[in-house]
């Protein structure tokens, strides 16, 4: 593989807490948005619950209601009559069981820090 390319392992998955609705779970969000102006609105929701991972990709480590919360706000946002566009395209992905990543390139596995999210 050389030192050129760096691969990173890691499961993310569910964390499980004291109790079930301290349970975290693996959410993903990958979005493709025309417009400029609703593009930087949906980044700056999605950088209150997780990091940028790639330009269009998005990943944290939430609790239910964060999910619930995070959801909205992009509903709100994708619905709302000033940006709404049927080919603008969200998709959030919760992982609640096991799951493995393989990351080649730059990455950081700080997603798994309990500290991060509110």
Do not use: H, W
Not at 19 to 30: A, F, G, K, M, T
Not at 34 to 41: D, G, I, P, T
């Amino acid at each position: 593989m050389g030192d050129r390319l760096k691969k990173t392992e890691f499961a993310p998955g569910r964390i499980t807490g004291a109790s079930p609705s301290e349970n975290r779970y693996y959410v993903l969000i990958l979005f493709d948005i025309s417009n400029q102006k609703k593009y930087r609105a949906l980044v700056k929701i999605l950088k209150r619950y997780g990091l940028r991972i790639q330009k269009s990709v998005f990943e944290a480590q939430l609790k239910t209601p964060q999910i619930r919360d995070l959801v909205l706000s992009i509903e709100a946002l994708m619905g709302s009559e000033r940006f709404y566009d049927p080919g603008d395209n969200v998709r959030v992905y919760k992982i609640a069981g096991n799951c493995d990543v393989v990351a080649f390139g730059s990455c950081g596995t700080s997603i798994l820090e309990e500290n991060i999210f509110f």
